[in-house]
């Protein structure tokens, strides 16, 4: 499978079907090779320690069950770096406001597709993922 991806983006970027052929092409098979990579064990539970209220404490277990039971079981496909479950438990650990940190986990949630149009965001050199940090 994986070699199949591999000569399908070469075709592509031999009929010219990809504009900036190159940078893509290594960009899109350091993607594919990152999906059959093993992830590294996180210890999560250094975001139940940081709860200061009940929204918090919440919220952090359900991540650590999401991490630690379900999404343990997939490839690891987001497009971005931090991943969106880890970006959302960080906006609710960092947002002053609940409700903020709501609306950004949505957006979130709303651009995180394989679509994601390249030169919107900067490319993570290690994972070789789009980089989008929270801001405050």
């Known amino acids: 499978m ?9 075709l592509l970027s031999i009929l010219g079907l ?3 052929c190159n940078a893509q092409l290594t960009s899109y098979m350091h993607r594919v090779d990152s ?12 975001f139940a320690k940081k709860n200061k209220n009940e929204i918090e404490s919440t919220f952090s277990t359900m991540f650590i069950i ?3 039971f379900i999404s343990s079981q997939d490839i690891d496909a987001c497009v971005f770096q931090p991943s969106c479950s880890v970006y959302a438990i960080e906006c609710i650990h960092h947002e002053k406001s609940k409700i903020t940190a709501f609306l950004k986990i949505s957006d979130r949630l709303m651009r995180c597709h ?16 789009f980089f989008d940090p929270i801001e405050n």
């Open 18 to 20: 990809v504009n900036d």
């Open 35 to 46: 999906l059959f990579q093993p992830s590294e064990k996180v210890n999560y539970s250094v």
């Open 2 to 10: 994986k070699n199949f991806l591999i000569l399908a983006l070469i």
């Open 66 to 68: 999401y991490k630690n």
């Open 114 to 129: 394989p679509l994601v149009s390249l030169g919107t965001y900067k490319i993570d050199e290690e994972t070789g993922k």
